[in-house]
């Protein structure tokens, strides 16, 4: 039971995160800001699923994947955007 709880203040912190960061992509239009709500939403998404699953594995490849996509949104978009500095 605690871990469903625990489980789920991730989900809301991740979520918050990712509404914080689209106000400031609303506001700047900045890519970035858009890669880390999308990233948030991803890992909130995906922790929530945590929740409906009758036992759930840490160690499972699947889950590892969706977080390597969400990393790799973030990636893109820095590099994306320190690129257009340089030219």
Known sequence: MIQGFLLGIIVTASLTAAV???????????PLFMAFA?????EGLN????????SPNEGSPGIY????????IILI?????NRGRLG
Do not use: E, G, S
């Open 20 to 30: 914080y960061f689209l106000k400031f992509w609303r506001r700047t239009r900045d």
């Open 38 to 42: 999308a990233a948030f939403t991803i």
């Open 47 to 54: 922790r929530l699923t945590y929740l409906f699953l009758d």
């Open 65 to 72: 994947v969706v977080r390597l996509l969400a990393f790799l």
């Open 77 to 81: 978009a820095i590099v994306r955007k």
